[in-house]
């Protein structure tokens, strides 16, 4: 049997072996003490799965900087994962940012994810601190001037909403690689061909770095819609059918959640993709029922 292993048209979901898969996850820090023990949960639950790194976001404004800050220590202090720190210039000077990579390179952080970050007032939009990083690719730069550290940036395969064209976005990520960062990791998308155009756009551009897809899996639709509209991600029409009538039953989300996300994952990796990084939104379940679809075991 022929199978057609061109880019978004691969075998289909299980056919055969995806061979060696790289992946990573993203948490966030917890507010309570409930939601403590729900991220250490999917910790112990994912750690086994053996992912390259975790990250752990940061909120608007730095928000969420001490219990960022709290999360990635007892990852380093109680598990053998690499943690990834997320770190933003927004509302903060230069100072107070390298003190921060200073303490992290200390405590024995070797990845940051560098982010320009959200405007902790949407309406009033993003303004430089007067005496900060005036951009993701100014703090990239600054970063690698403190140490040497594994460095990932963010990348927009339907662009970033503030973006006026295109090539302005991939000209900005382009500075953001020439700055030094090693990785681009997209924000979730749904529609792996323009995945598969923006990765020959970046490529064109000279841009020669891993550039690894985001994977968003859903359950609830009505948050995805908010989160898409947030971020200028398209929703797919079939998406929303796909869990039309699914209010009330839980698990039918999960397992069209599952299925949907393992079957973009194998579009994506009969295309060439070998990593993937999940946004797992402190849920361990669905992202653990992914990666053993795509084969990916327990090293235990």
């Known amino acids: 049997m022929n199978l057609n292993l061109s880019r978004g048209h691969g075998p289909s979901l299980f056919a055969e072996s995806l061979g060696d898969i790289a992946i990573s996850f993203e948490f966030f820090p917890p507010k309570t003490e409930q939601m403590e023990e729900t991220l250490w949960r999917s910790v112990e639950r ?99 001037q403190i140490g040497d550290f594994d460095i990932s940036v ?54 020669d770095v891993p550039i690894v897809p985001g994977i968003l899996p859903v359950t609830n639709y009505k948050q995805l819609t908010s989160f898409a509209g ?6 797919p029409d079939w998406m929303g059918k796909m869990f039309e009538g699914l209010d009330g039953e839980p698990q039918t989300r999960q397992l069209v959640a599952a299925s949907v996300a393992s079957e973009m994952c194998r579009k994506l990796a009969a295309g060439g993709v070998n990593e993937f990084h999940f946004y797992t939104l402190n849920r361990a379940d669905l992202s653990f029922a992914i990666c053993h679809m795509l084969g990916i075991r327990p090293n235990n």
């Not at 976001?57 to 990834?84: M, N, V």
């Not at 952080?109 to 007067?130: C, E, M, N, S």
């Not at 395969?157 to 500075?175: F, I, T, V």
């Open 46 to 144: 994912l750690a086994p799965l053996s992912p390259r790194f975790v990250s752990v976001t940061y909120g608007a404004g730095g928000t969420t900087r001490e219990r960022t800050h709290s999360t990635i220590k007892r990852i380093l202090d109680e598990t053998d994962l690499t943690p990834a720190a997320h770190l933003t210039c927004v509302g903060a000077s230069k100072d107070e940012v390298d003190r921060i990579v200073e303490e992290y390179r200390d405590m024995g952080v070797r990845h940051i994810v560098a982010l320009r970050g959200d405007a902790a007032d949407p309406i009033k939009g993003y303004t430089p601190h007067p005496d900060g990083y005036e951009n993701a690719a100014a703090l990239v730069d600054g970063i690698r």
């Open 154 to 207: 963010a990348a927009y395969p339907e662009q970033h909403p503030e973006s006026g064209s295109l090539a302005a976005d991939l000209d900005n990520l382009k500075r953001k690689i020439d700055a030094g960062a090693t990785r681009a990791i997209t924000q979730f998308f749904f529609d792996t061909d323009q995945y598969f155009r923006f990765l020959d756009h970046a490529r064109s551009f000279g841009i």
């Open 230 to 235: 947030a971020c200028g991600t398209k929703v």
